[in-house]
């Protein structure tokens, strides 16, 4: 959905919003249609009367996105399985504004939306405290503890020990090459002790029902998929950065498109986020997709 590009102040600003109401609602389709309102409530509104037209449109949409997550909150109550925010393939632009990791998403899940709302306006997108108050309807000291606690209960979810971008994609492609060949040994070097894997399957197509925890379960998993490979080889697209984390795009048994993102502390994987509901990879561009990749780890050096 676009919105007309003849108004300067929503144009200038259309960005920043989609990502604001991508990271309060984990959905890149409801993002849009939350900026779509607004936009059109922006339209209804005398230009005349606007001295702040930024901390108008931040106020709009950060009220439409609370709105939303009323319903959304209701949604995941019924969802089936683990669930995971819509995954962002290869988002600079993302990236570069702030650092919000599909993991520190999460973490987001857990918070109250007003804790929520107040994090990501003040912490990631810069404002102050008397606008933050006004666009989430709180006096500032309210804001203030709200934003405080959001930081108390995601601050586990940062990373602790990051890797460059390289280093994360020549991971990626060892755990692609070691989980598809079924070579275990060399799977287990990969991941830490307490690694934990969550796949979203919506109920949409097969997958786990519920987070696998430790190494052991993890491997186990593996050993029998190991042999559904074997029946069914597993084609990567390529490898790409996944809401900020390394990871792969691949075309698994029954045609099924999934993503993969790896979280790597210490040279070790310590989570593995796979996305295999096919209503939340509509959008991942389908050239993106098919972009040329290295045939397996051997194009990429790796020591482990």
């Not at 309060?24 to 702040?52: C, F, I, K, N």
């Not at 632009?93 to 918070?111: G, K, V, Y």
């Not at 997108?125 to 606690?149: E, N, P, Q, T």
């Not at 042999?227 to 597993?234: K, L």
Request: aromatic share 6%; net charge neutral; charged share 25%.
């Amino acid at each position: 959905m676009t919105d007309a590009p003849a108004d300067p102040p929503f144009s200038a600003l259309r960005p920043r919003l989609v990502r604001l109401a991508y990271r309060m609602l984990g959905s890149v389709a409801d993002a849009e249609d939350v900026v779509h309102d607004a936009y059109l409530r922006w339209l209804a509104t005398d230009p005349e009367t606007v001295r702040q037209p930024a901390a108008l449109l931040h106020t709009i949409v950060t009220r439409l996105c609370l709105n939303e997550l009323k319903s959304a909150r209701r949604r995941r109550e019924t969802y089936v399985g683990p669930w995971l925010p819509e995954p962002i393939v290869d988002a600079e632009e993302m990236e570069a504004i702030d650092d919000i990791t599909l993991p520190l998403m999460i973490a987001l899940e857990r918070l109250s939306p007003l804790e929520r709302a107040a994090f990501l306006l003040h912490d990631v997108f810069g404002m102050g405290f008397d606008d933050v108050a006004s666009a989430i309807g709180r006096d500032a000291a309210a804001c203030r503890k709200l934003a405080s606690r959001a930081r108390d209960h995601i601050r586990a979810a940062r990373p602790r020990f990051p890797v460059t971008k390289e280093q994360g994609l020549e991971i990626a492609a060892a755990f692609f090459t070691a989980s598809r060949h079924g070579d275990l040994d060399r799977l287990r070097l990969l991941l830490a002790d307490d690694v934990a894997a969550r796949t979203d399957g919506g109920g949409k197509v097969p997958a786990s029902q519920r987070p696998l925890i430790g190494i052991e379960e993890v491997m186990a998993r593996h050993a029998q998929l190991a042999q559904e490979f074997e029946r069914s080889p597993s084609r990567l697209l390529r490898y790409a950065v996944i809401d900020g984390l390394p990871g792969f795009l691949s075309v698994e048994g029954g045609g099924i498109v999934q993503t993969t993102a790896l979280q790597i502390e210490r040279g070790r994987i310590v989570a593995l986020y796979i996305t295999r509901n096919p209503d939340k990879l509509r959008r991942v561009d389908g050239a993106s997709m098919h972009r040329k990749a290295p045939a397996d780890a051997a194009a990429m050096r790796v020591t482990v």
